[in-house]
Nanobody, 115 residues
Framework: QVQLVESGGGLVQAGGSLRLSCAAS????????MGWYRQAPGKQRELVAEITLSGITNYGDSVKGRFTISRDNAENTVYLQMNSLKPEDTAVYYC?????????WGQGTQVTVSS
């Protein structure tokens, strides 16, 4: 069992920055991939960014060049640095961690970008 604790959400003006953090509980399982998804009201959950154990990253098209994902493997923590935020980035952001055979989800943290 892996528990994920997210932090760093909040309210920011357009053009501003936020940094999200997600810490995974201690586990005997290897966490292969960690990442962030988001879900805005009335929309499907979508990939924001993900990072593998070896540091390979993948980003959703709408955040490329603005968001950066990073990871501390020793602490099982993943970070999402969000710059140049736009009102359309407003959503609940969910942390995810793949520890085979399961994919785990955090509770979500609200990010609101005002225009």
């Amino acid at each position: 069992q892996v528990q994920l604790v997210e932090s760093g959400g909040g309210l920011v003006q357009a053009g501003g920055s936020l940094r999200l953090s997600c810490a995974a509980s201690r586990t005997r399982f290897t966490i292969n991939r960690m990442g962030w998804y988001r879900q805005a009201p009335g929309k499907q959950r979508e990939l924001v960014a993900e990072i593998t154990l070896s540091g390979i990253t993948n980003y959703g098209d709408s955040v490329k060049g603005r968001f950066t994902i990073s990871r501390d493997n020793a602490e099982n923590t993943v970070y999402l640095q969000m710059n140049s935020l736009k009102p359309e980035d407003t959503a609940v952001y969910y942390c995810t961690a793949l520890a085979l055979p399961r994919n785990y989800w955090g509770q979500g943290t609200q990010v609101t970008v005002s225009s």
